[in-house]
């Protein structure tokens, strides 16, 4: 029984499971992006231009905000990825003061490879993460309820 505002033990062990699996794929991503020759930082770069939305700009400032981190961070990695050959930097298209950030042949090589890697481990794995979350959110749906 737990107290009111706390949670149960067995809510406890399923976010502790939720928590595992999460780390489980981003230990499988950090170590596919090293033995591709990039740091996960540059991979999750790499995917976010790649990835963004219909209408979004591959601007810094828009990278740094999916990334969830500084600026200055967005552009260190981005220069790096820039001396590796993997992305350009090109003046906006309606603001030439803005710079937008593309992916080359070779960047899109080393992102196609490790989609198709993550993609493999995600149809491997995917069903324990899926149902982790389904028991967290299960429990919380109990919850609520009561």
């Given at each position: 029984?737990?107290?009111?505002?706390?949670?149960?033990?067995?809510?406890?062990?399923?976010?502790?499971?939720?928590?595992?699996?999460?780390?489980?794929?981003?230990?499988?991503?950090?170590?596919?992006?090293?033995?591709h020759?990039?740091?996960?930082?540059?991979?999750?770069?790499?995917?976010?231009?790649?990835?963004?939305?219909?209408?979004?700009n591959?601007?810094?400032?828009?990278?740094?905000?999916?990334?969830?981190?500084?600026?200055?961070?967005?552009?260190?990695?981005?220069?790096?990825?820039?001396?590796?050959?993997?992305?350009?930097?090109?003046?906006?298209?309606?603001d030439?003061?803005?710079?937008?950030?593309?992916?080359?042949?070779?960047?899109?090589?080393?992102?196609?490879?490790?989609?198709?890697?993550?993609?493999?481990?995600?149809?491997r794995?995917?069903?324990?993460?899926?149902?982790?979350?389904n028991?967290?959110?299960?429990?919380?749906?109990?919850?609520?309820?009561?």
């Amino acid at each position: 029984m737990s107290k009111a505002g706390d949670l149960t033990p067995g809510q406890y062990r399923d976010l502790a499971e939720f928590r595992r699996q999460i780390r489980r794929f981003l230990h499988f991503s950090e170590a596919t992006a090293k033995e591709h020759g990039i740091e996960a930082r540059q991979h999750q770069l790499l995917l976010a231009v790649h990835g963004l939305p219909e209408g979004a700009n591959p601007t810094i400032r828009e990278i740094a905000s999916r990334l969830f981190i500084q600026h200055h961070s967005a552009v260190e990695l981005v220069n790096r990825l820039e001396l590796a050959g993997a992305i350009v930097r090109r003046p906006g298209a309606r603001d030439r003061r803005e710079v937008w950030v593309r992916l080359t042949p070779a960047g899109r090589a080393i992102l196609r490879k490790l989609a198709l890697a993550h993609r493999t481990e995600l149809e491997r794995s995917g069903p324990e993460l899926a149902q982790s979350l389904n028991s967290v959110l299960r429990h919380s749906r109990r919850a609520m309820a009561s």
